[in-house]
C-alpha cells in the first residue's frame, strides 16, 4: 500500500490543517472518519461510527475528542476543532510534526521535550475502534496526558440540536437507547456531562446544518514521568468483551496485507484503488450476503450503483465469491423484471425505481461468467434472467416497456428512472422520460448476451437474436446524429434529445454494441472535445443553456446542478475503455491512457486519502464533492486499470513469440 505522508507544510493554518480525511472501515458498514488533523467538519464524520444493523443502520458513538497535556502548570490543547458558539478554536495541529497513512492513520506531536504517537485503528467486522497512545516525556516535568471523548449516540446524518442524558458508569457508556463499552489502561475519571456545539462547515455549505452538539461525561488520563515512555490503549466497543487494541490493530495490518497479497495489479496506483475498493464491499445483515456500499459518507447500497461497481471492485481484483454472493442477492430480490434501487431496512418494502439496474444485472452476471466460467451459477440465474427481458419486452413499472421499433422507453409521471434521477419539489432538473440512450445500449448487450449464453448452454434461444438486430437498425436510425458526430441523449421529442451528454458512452463501452467503428470513433471524440476534463466527463455540454458551473448551495440548488453539467469520474472509466476500444487496444493507446491517468494520483491524495470522490464543479473541477469516497468512481478506474495491465500481457506475449 502506498505511504502518504503529512507535514508540517501542510498544517500551514486551521483551512489547510483539515483539507485532507482519512476512512477506515469494519466490513459492515461501519466506519471511523476524522480529518489530517483529527478533526470534524462534518456531522457524519467520527471517531466510531457503528452498524447498528449492516450495513445502512449507522450510530455515531464517539464523534470527536479533545486531547490535552498538562506539564506544570502548562496545559497544551493537542486536538483541533472550530465551534458553533463563542468557545475558542482547539488549534492543537500546531504542536503536529507530522501524519502518516498507509494501513492506518498514525499522528506525531511534539510539545516541549514530549512527544505523542497516536494511531487509529478499527475491528474487522466489528464495531469497535482502538486509539493507541505512545508517551514520550524527555522533560524534566511530570506530564499527564488526557483524553477527553465527546459523544453523540444519534443517527450519522443526525445533527443533534438538544441536550439529552448520556451517562459513563463502571466501563459503559448510554443514553437509555444505546450504548458502549470503554475499555482503557488509563484512569477513569467521571465527570459531569457538558456539551460542545460543533461546528460543521462542510455541511453547512451544503445547505445541511452547520452545527450539532455532542457530549462528555468522563476523561481518560496517563501520567508520564520524566525519562519515562508509557503506552495508552482506548477502545471503544459496541461489543462486551472486544479484542484489546494492539490485537484490533494487528487485525487491521493483517487483513490489509490479505488484501495486498492477493492482488494482480502491478501498477501502484491501481493496487492502491484495489485495496481501498474494499472499504465499499459490506454485510447485509437482511439478506445475509454481501453488498456494495455506494459512498462513504452519504450514501446506503443502491441497485444501480452496485451493478456499476460491481464488476470493477470484485471482477477485476479477483474477489468472485463476493461478487457471487451480491448477485444471488439481488436475483433473490428480483421483482416483475427490475431489481430493488434501494433495499428494504427493516420492514420497509424494496424500492424499484430504476431502469438499468437490471439490464445492468445481466450484464455483471455476463462479465462474472466470462472470468469464472461458473456455468452452475448461470444455469441458476437464467429463468430471473429470462423473465428480466420478458418484463422489459411486456412492460412493467415506472413506464419501462419496449416499442414497436424494439427500442425501450422508460418513465413516467415524476419517476426518474436512470441515473440521472434527481426529482427536487416537483421539478425534474433532468427530465429523461423517453427513449435514454444508454437504457437502450444495455438492453441491446442484454440480448446478445441471452443469445451468446443460450447458444452455449442449449437453453431455449428464442428470438434474442432477432429482436438485437431489429433494435441495432432503430438505434442508429434513430440516436446517431450524422451532423453533429454524437448520439442523441434521450428520444422524447423535446430539446432534451440533442444535449450532448456523456450518456452515450455506454453505447460504445459495452461488451456488446450497435454502432459502426466511424461512429463509435465520432462519440469518442466528440465527448473528448466537448465534455471530458482530467477529474472526470461532464454530464452536459459546457455551451449549454442549462449547463451549471458549479455544486454548491442548499439541497434545491445542488440537485438543479447534479447532473447539468457537474463532473463525474466513473464515466470516465467508459471513457478511457471505448478509446483504447475504437484505437484497437495498441499499445500506442495504451500508453496514451496511462499517462492521462496520472490526474489520478493528485486526486488519490486530496480530499479522504486513498480515495477518489463523487463529483467536481462543472466548469472548473479542482476541490472533490458530494460523497468523499464513491464506490463507482473507484470500480471503473479499476476496470480500466485492468484493461491496461491485459494490453500489456497481450504485447509481452506476442513479442515474445516472434
Not at 455 to 470: I, N, Q, R, V, W
Not at 483 to 508: I, S
Not at 546 to 571: C, L, N
Request: charged share 30%; aromatic share 10%.
Amino acid at each position: 500500500m502506498k505511504k502518504y505522508v503529512f507535514g508540517r507544510q501542510d498544517f500551514s493554518n486551521l483551512r489547510r490543517a483539515q483539507e485532507n480525511c482519512f476512512l477506515l472501515t469494519n466490513g459492515l458498514g461501519g466506519y471511523s472518519s476524522v480529518t489530517a488533523a483529527a478533526s470534524v467538519l462534518r456531522c457524519d464524520q467520527g471517531i466510531l461510527v457503528a452498524a447498528a444493523k449492516a450495513p445502512n443502520e449507522r450510530i455515531t458513538k464517539v464523534h470527536r475528542m479533545r486531547e490535552s497535556l498538562q506539564m506544570g502548570e502548562e496545559k497544551r490543547i493537542l486536538s483541533t476543532q472550530e465551534f458553533a458558539d463563542e468557545t475558542p478554536k482547539e488549534e492543537g495541529f500546531r504542536y503536529i510534526s507530522y501524519v502518516s497513512y498507509e494501513r492506518v492513520p498514525s499522528w506525531n506531536y511534539h510539545i516541549e521535550g514530549v512527544s505523542v504517537k497516536k494511531i487509529l485503528a478499527i475491528g474487522r467486522e466489528k464495531n469497535t475502534v482502538a486509539v493507541l497512545y505512545t508517551l514520550e516525556n524527555r522533560s524534566p516535568d511530570i506530564a499527564v496526558f488526557c483524553v477527553e471523548p465527546f459523544l453523540k449516540f444519534a443517527p450519522k446524518e443526525e445533527a443533534l440540536q438538544e441536550e439529552k442524558e448520556i451517562s459513563y458508569r463502571k466501563g459503559r457508556v448510554t443514553d437509555g437507547k444505546y450504548s458502549m463499552f470503554v475499555r482503557t489502561n488509563g484512569r477513569i475519571e467521571e465527570k459531569e456531562t457538558f456539551w460542545q456545539l460543533l461546528s460543521y462547515p462542510e455541511d453547512e455549505k451544503d445547505g445541511r446544518p452547520g452545527k450539532g452538539l455532542c457530549a462528555c461525561c468522563f476523561s481518560i488520563l496517563k501520567e508520564v514521568k520524566p525519562q519515562e515512555i508509557v503506552s495508552l490503549e482506548i477502545v471503544f466497543s459496541v461489543e462486551e468483551l472486544p479484542l484489546s487494541g494492539e490485537e484490533i490493530l494487528k487485525e487491521t495490518v493483517r487483513y490489509q496485507e490479505s488484501l495486498e497479497e492477493a492482488l494482480k495489479f502491478s501498477d501502484p496506483v491501481a493496487r492502491e484503488l484495489a485495496i481501498r475498493g474494499d472499504d465499499f464491499i459490506v454485510r447485509r445483515d437482511s439478506t445475509k450476503g454481501k453488498t456494495i456500499l455506494a459512498g462513504y459518507p452519504l450514501f446506503s447500497d443502491w441497485g444501480r450503483d452496485t451493478m456499476i461497481a460491481l464488476p470493477g471492485l470484485t471482477l477485476s481484483t479477483g474477489r468472485f465469491e463476493e461478487a457471487k454472493s451480491i448477485l444471488k442477492t439481488f436475483l433473490t430480490y428480483e421483482r416483475d423484471g427490475l431489481i430493488p434501487n434501494l433495499f428494504p431496512e427493516g420492514g420497509e418494502e424494496p424500492l424499484y425505481n430504476t431502469a438499468d439496474a437490471a439490464l445492468l444485472l445481466l450484464d455483471c452476471i455476463w462479465q462474472y461468467y466470462i472470468k469464472t466460467g461458473d456455468k452452475a451459477f448461470v444455469k441458476d440465474a437464467w429463468r430471473k434472467m429470462e423473465h428480466i427481458i420478458a418484463c422489459y419486452r411486456q412492460g412493467t413499472h415506472h413506464g419501462i416497456r419496449m416499442d414497436e421499433d424494439g427500442l425501450i422507453f422508460a418513465g413516467e409521471g415524476l419517476d426518474q428512472v436512470t441515473w440521472m434521477d434527481v426529482c427536487v419539489e416537483g421539478i425534474l432538473p433532468t427530465p429523461r422520460h423517453g427513449k435514454p440512450v444508454e437504457i437502450n445500449a444495455y438492453w441491446y448487450n442484454a440480448l446478445r448476451i441471452m443469445d451468446t449464453l443460450a447458444a452455449e448452454f442449449g437453453f431455449e434461444k428464442k428470438d434474442y437474436l432477432e429482436l438485437s438486430e431489429k433494435v441495432r437498425h432503430s438505434f442508429r436510425e434513430k440516436f446517431f446524429i450524422q451532423e453533429r458526430g454524437y448520439l442523441r441523449d434521450v428520444l422524447c421529442g423535446g430539446r432534451a434529445e440533442e444535449q450532448l451528454r456523456c450518456n452515450q458512452l455506454w453505447a460504445v463501452a459495452q461488451s456488446f454494441t450497435m454502432l459502426t467503428p466511424e461512429q463509435e470513433k465520432s462519440v469518442i471524440d466528440t465527448v473528448y472535445q466537448r465534455l471530458y476534463t482530467s477529474c472526470g466527463i461532464r454530464t452536459l455540454a459546457i455551451e449549454d443553456p442549462e449547463f451549471r458551473e458549479a455544486y454548491s448551495g442548499v439541497q434545491k440548488e445542488r440537485d438543479m446542478a447534479y447532473h447539468q453539467g457537474t463532473v463525474w469520474i466513473y464515466p470516465m472509466g467508459a471513457y478511457y475503455l471505448s478509446y483504447l476500444k475504437v484505437h484497437g487496444y495498441s499499445k500506442e493507446a495504451a500508453r496514451y491512457v496511462k499517462e492521462q491517468l496520472n490526474a489520478l494520483v493528485p486526486m488519490l491524495i486530496q480530499g479522504c486519502v486513498g480515495q477518489l470522490p463523487e463529483i467536481y464543479d462543472g466548469k472548473f473541477p479542482v476541490d472533490g464533492k458530494g460523497c468523499f469516497a464513491q464506490a463507482w468512481s473507484v470500480g471503473e478506474m479499476l476496470r480500466v486499470y485492468e484493461k491496461l495491465e491485459e494490453i500489456q500481457k497481450d504485447s509481452l506475449e506476442i513479442s515474445s513469440s516472434l
